[in-house]
């Protein structure tokens, strides 16, 4: 079952900053954070396991919320090389020791000097 | 040195063909994955094998066959080449299965079916 992440899209100033969010109807297992540049491979940015985790990677930052259903990623203080699309990927398990794993449609996110 | 790597970059074919892409990965990873990239950026996973064992078919057509000769390496074989079949192909591994670590990806293979 894919997350829904919103928004879709968002244009920022560099300094400003951003929320993205990514939300399922069952509760996950784990939430993976990528940026994907143009033309290039997703890079990971962070993973979350436990409900009402939060977790911080220079101004990047993620929370998992404690049902475990919506995870956010927190952008501070914006830089141009923050442009990309992110995508959260899911793990939800489907019962009989098997899981899926799927990402969101992804959010293009612009910063603009 | 790269650490997911894939062969070719780029792949222009024609309908009908079949074609193989390579990935290796030189990080030691048990589990490897293959994901399909569309035109609106949908990353979709394929496979995932698991120590050279298949852990994850999702519905894809038969004329997608893995191969994972060892865990440094997972192919992708096409037969009968369609044009919905173009995408970027992407594969990735992490040290273990089931979702919970790190996953590398490699640069991606950009298949184009004409």
């Known amino acids: 079952q894919q997350p829904v992440q919103s928004p879709q899209a968002v244009i920022l100033r560099e300094g400003e900053d951003a929320v993205i969010n990514c939300s399922s109807s069952?509760?996950?297992?784990?939430v993976h954070w990528y940026r994907q540049k143009h033309g290039e491979a997703p890079v990971f940015l962070m993973i979350l396991l436990k409900g009402g985790e939060q977790k911080g990677h220079e101004k990047i930052s993620a929370s998992f919320n404690e049902k475990k259903q919506q995870s956010s990623l927190y952008l501070t203080a914006s830089q141009l090389s923050y442009s990309g699309t992110y995508f959260c990927?899911?793990?939800?398990?489907?019962?009989?020791?098997?899981?899926?794993?799927?990402f969101g449609k992804g959010t293009k996110l612009s910063v603009i000097p | 040195d790269t650490a997911v790597s894939q062969t070719p970059k780029y792949l222009v074919t024609q309908m009908g063909n079949d074609k193989s892409i390579k990935c290796e990965q030189n990080?030691?990873?048990?589990?490897m994955y293959w994901y399909k990239q569309d035109s609106k950026k949908f990353l979709k996973i394929m496979f995932s094998y698991n120590n050279k064992e298949l852990i994850i078919n999702e519905t894809v057509p038969n004329r997608f066959s893995p191969k994972s000769p060892d865990k440094a390496h997972l192919n992708l074989h096409i037969n009968s080449l369609e044009l919905g079949d173009s995408a970027v192909y992407f594969c990735a591994s992490s040290p273990l299965a089931g979702g919970v670590e790190t996953q590398y990806f490699g640069p991606g293979t950009r298949l184009l079916v004409l």
């Open positions: 990080l030691g990873h048990d589990t």
């Open positions: 990927g899911t793990r939800t398990n489907s019962g009989a020791g098997s899981y899926q794993l799927t």
């Open positions: 069952k509760a996950l297992y784990s």
